[in-house]
């Protein structure tokens, strides 16, 4: 199973129609618009966003004249699904505020947009919703026969899709006949739809959240032949609900052609225990020295430490074939790079004590300064367990006390390494210690690498 990028997926996301419906509406509803009791713009309101974003039910002709004759004969916002669903949305994510009968956009609203794990947080919210109220049976939306709705057929349905190879597009028969484990229940006051209908009208509901992708192509003219294929975003949405209830699903395939970038950066939000077999692929398709090669251009400079951190668990899985190439990255002018080879070389168990003293002693507060790096989060929290765990580096010795600030300096992450360890170091002398040696590095000039 493959996946682009989160930030690649977010702007899929932001595309997708809902989403992508519901953030315009929040945008329209600036600076404020009335909203009745129920939340819902007023109908002289809800016809000019119809209009503007182009939300016209799916059966209506394209002609002016017969929307416009539409849209006069509307008497309620709740006869238009295509404005009350992303509308709802936008409520349900907190893209529009309702405060004293008025709805505006979150103040916040164009900051949020341009997080991707934001973006995909709306998403996924808004496809979970999808699941839990798509109807199969259109003529009973509010009191449906057991086994017609989204919860009842649409998790083996995406679990089938998901399990499949990329790119698979079976048709409803074959979903129904391959992925569903049980006929469709039947009432003896109402028959119910097809199985197939069933399936379609609950795939055509989630396919406004972008997850799947229906494409009618009449095999005559008499058939109307309907494929599914789930999208990267819908193979995005169901590993994340297998993952929340302790479903295995593992990104693997994409991961060995991954540029080094991509595979560094997916590898360090993996569980500690999937990363080996998922190196082994990548570095079997480049080999050592490829790897190597490929791996160093992409953690060069500031704010790279966890991505040096995990280059440096690969390496060290292949470090016995790389040792020249490994010692003569000591001397990179690129501070960042000697640490990475420091690091794997001192990790890799071809040192004896007097090499690993030796290479302590040169490069042992850069490695503790990536060490660090790589362990804190943006507001530093978490940094004082770090500190205090039983494997912590010696920090106070390696870094603090005998370390050069000019060497310190030549490494990229140095000041914001300092000044956190200056905010959250328990220790009162090493937190004072930091600050010096930060002030320091300030008065040297901008940090860069050597």
């Known amino acids: 199973?493959?996946?682009?990028?989160?930030?690649?997926?977010?702007?899929?996301?932001?595309?997708?129609?809902?989403?992508?419906?519901?953030?315009s509406l929040a945008r329209w509803s600036a600076p404020s618009i009335p909203v009745t009791s129920g939340g819902v713009p007023g109908i002289d309101d809800a016809r000019a966003a119809i209009s503007r974003f182009s939300l016209w039910p799916?059966?209506?002709?394209?002609?002016?004249?017969?929307?416009?004759?539409?849209?006069?004969?509307l008497h309620s916002v709740a006869d238009v699904a295509h404005f009350v669903v992303p509308w709802s949305a936008a409520?349900?994510?907190?893209?529009?505020?309702?405060?004293?009968?008025?709805?505006?956009?979150?103040?916040?609203?164009e900051r949020r947009v341009r997080d991707p794990e934001q973006v995909l947080e709306w998403w996924f919210h808004e496809f979970e919703h999808t699941i839990a109220h798509a109807r199969g049976d259109l003529s009973r939306?509010?009191?449906?026969?057991?086994?017609?709705?989204?919860?009842d057929l649409l998790p083996e349905v995406l679990r089938f899709l998901y399990e499949a190879p990329d790119g698979h597009r079976p048709d409803l028969d074959t979903l129904a006949l391959e992925a569903l484990s049980g006929p469709v229940p039947r009432t003896a006051s109402a028959e119910t739809p097809h199985t197939t209908d069933l399936l379609l009208n609950v795939l055509w509901q989630l396919s406004d959240t972008g997850a799947v992708a229906l494409d009618h192509a009449p095999e005559d003219k008499s058939v109307d032949r309907c494929t599914v294929e789930l999208t990267a975003l819908g193979r995005h949405g169901v590993r994340r609900l297998l993952l929340e209830v302790g479903i295995h699903a593992p990104i693997v395939d994409t991961l060995a052609e991954a540029c080094a970038s991509r595979f560094l950066d997916a590898l360090a939000v993996l569980p500690f225990e999937e990363r080996s077999p998922e190196a082994a692929q990548w570095l079997d398709r480049r080999g050592p020295q490829e790897a190597l090669r490929q791996i160093t251009e992409v953690v060069r400079g500031p704010g790279l430490a966890l991505r040096r951190w995990v280059a440096a668990q690969v390496l060290n899985t292949t470090s016995s074939e790389l040792e020249p190439r490994l010692r003569a990255l000591l001397t990179s002018p690129h501070s960042t790079e000697a640490c990475l080879s420091a690091m794997v070389?001192?990790?890799?168990?071809m040192l004896d004590q007097r090499g690993i003293d030796r290479l302590l002693a040169e490069y042992g507060p850069w490695v503790v300064i990536d060490m660090v790096a790589a362990a804190m989060s943006p507001?530093?929290?978490?940094?004082?367990?770090?500190?205090?765990?039983?494997?912590?580096?010696d920090v106070h010795r390696l870094l603090l006390v005998d370390a050069d600030p000019v060497v310190l300096g030549a490494h990229p992450d140095a000041l914001a390494v300092l000044e956190a360890l200056a905010r959250h170091h328990p220790v009162p002398e090493a937190a004072a210690r930091s600050w010096e040696l930060a002030d320091r590095i300030r008065a040297f000039g901008r940090p860069t690498e050597r």
């Open 141 to 151: 939306p509010h009191d449906p026969v057991p086994g017609t709705t989204g919860p």
């Open 345 to 349: 070389l001192l990790s890799s168990g």
């Open 379 to 393: 507001d530093g929290s978490g940094l004082t367990s770090f500190l205090t765990a039983e494997d912590s580096p």
């Open 91 to 109: 409520l349900r994510l907190g893209l529009v505020r309702i405060d004293d009968s008025l709805a505006r956009p979150d103040p916040d609203l």
């Open 58 to 73: 799916h059966d209506l002709p394209g002609h002016l004249d017969q929307r416009v004759s539409w849209l006069g004969a």
């Open 1 to 23: 199973m493959s996946l682009p990028p989160t930030d690649v997926l977010a702007r899929v996301a932001l595309d997708s129609p809902l989403l992508c419906d519901a953030l």
